[in-house]
């Protein structure tokens, strides 16, 4: 992926020397060794995969052909909602870092995924795994807080009127935000070639075969075959209503990772920034934890709520996590690094809603 790519050099890290990555380095080799286990995934990855899937196109089947009493029909579509945003954190975002499998073939095959759900497995590695895990929260390239004018998320974007309500509206906007990904940022990064200020150098024929037969997939699966079925009155409901349902998760969970109190932020725009810490401690002062005492969220959200893990380790598999948080935060106390975290989920959304209203109101 590395050779199709170019990110523009707008930001480097002091990695001349890098103790502290080594120190972590050091201590999840030793808990892999010791343990006797691959940082990929297991059976309780594959388990996911198992009960996700069938449930997508089982619900999928249920809602469409035998399509029940229209306050069932919505609950059924909100779950189905709930069940493509839990396939991306949980099945394609393991896939697309290669650490779903050691198997280098069942990744990829795995990662498009992301194109079922309707988007494009391509671009996500680029825009995601290249850009974003590289440059956190470095505004003027990570593509993921650039929404700028419609939203700021970071104090070196400009300050419009209308921000001072984002805090009321963003739920809203972060409902609409899979079919902004399905019917204009894919097109966007295919034809412009580019996520933001980062050029793609090359797709490569296969992914231009793929882009097009997935699009047609969707427009087939998730729009023709439904309009024919239930009418297109009750399809064009039942379409946006699970999509806000799918949107809202999706784009809430990702932003609870980065856009809250505790993170931070760095200014590349229109220059050149040397960053003086090395990478590893970059991350995690541009990353958050949520709820890493919850079973039950460490298992809907794939993880995600481990997210400094996630981004100190992106091909180690989110099943692993949880063991390597003590390790990561022991690394963190030797070097005198704060270890962002919130203890439960809605503290973190408390505080995601705080720093909208204070970007809002303030330069």
Known sequence: ??????????????????????????????????????????????????????????????????????????????????????????????????????????????????????????FWRIKHNIVHHTYTNVDGIDDDIMKSPIMRFCESQPRKAHHKYQHIFAPMLYCLATVFWVFFADFEKYFGKRISTTPINKIPLKEHIVFWLTKLYYGVFFIAIPCYVVGVGNWAIGYFFYNAVFGFVMSLVFQLAHVVEKTHFVDANNRKVQINSEWAAHQVDTTADFAPNSKVVSWLMGGLNFQTIHHLFPRVSHVHYPALQPLVIQACQEFNIEYNVYPTMGEAVKSHLRFLKYLGNNN
């Open 1 to 122: 992926m590395k050779e199709q790519t170019q990110v523009l050099n707008k930001a480097t890290f002091n990695n001349k020397q890098n103790p502290f990555q080594e120190r972590l380095r050091d201590l999840t080799n030793t808990y892999f060794q010791t343990h006797d286990i691959n940082p990929t995934g297991d059976f309780r990855l594959y388990l996911k995969t198992f009960i996700l899937v069938p449930a997508f196109f089982g619900l999928y089947t249920w809602i469409v052909f035998f399509t029940p009493v229209w306050w069932v029909a919505l609950l059924g579509l909100a779950l189905f909602g709930i069940v493509k945003a839990l396939i991306g954190f949980n099945v394609m975002h393991d896939a697309c870092h290669g650490s779903y499998s050691t198997n280098k073939n069942i990744n990829n095959f795995v990662s498009y995924s992301m194109n079922m759900l309707g988007s494009n497995a391509f």
